[in-house]
């Protein structure tokens, strides 16, 4: 008899619950920036529009100062932790 007993039997192997090459966007976006399959930054630019007088300003994404808007002085966003929260009422797009 034998020591060594062979343990992988030709159906023991299963396919992969998940594609590793092709992972969705979900997954993509829950992991952390450096671990995904092309690393990119969690941060971006966007537009964000004045909600009183509709000029467009530029601001980062996670900003960690109070901006406000060059006319009229509205507070437009303010600092967290992590992303900035936009007041109410105003809207942004991402810059491309």
């Known amino acids: 008899p034998s020591l060594f007993v062979s343990s992988i ?10 594609d590793m090459l092709k992972p969705s966007k979900a ?8 671990k995904r399959l092309v690393q990119e930054p969690n941060s971006f ?4 529009r004045c909600l009183d007088c509709f000029t467009i ?3 980062f994404s996670h900003a ?5 808007c060059s006319n009229c002085s509205t507070m437009l ?3 967290t932790g992590g992303l900035a929260r936009l007041s109410e ?7 491309a």
């Open 27 to 34: 997954d993509e976006k829950r992991q952390h920036k450096l």
């Open 77 to 79: 966003c303010t600092p």
């Open 89 to 95: 009422g105003c809207s942004y797009r991402k810059k």
């Open 64 to 68: 960690q100062t109070v901006v406000y």
């Open 9 to 18: 039997t030709k159906n023991s192997f299963s396919k992969m619950v998940k």
């Open 45 to 48: 630019f966007m537009d964000v």
């Open 57 to 59: 300003t530029t601001v």
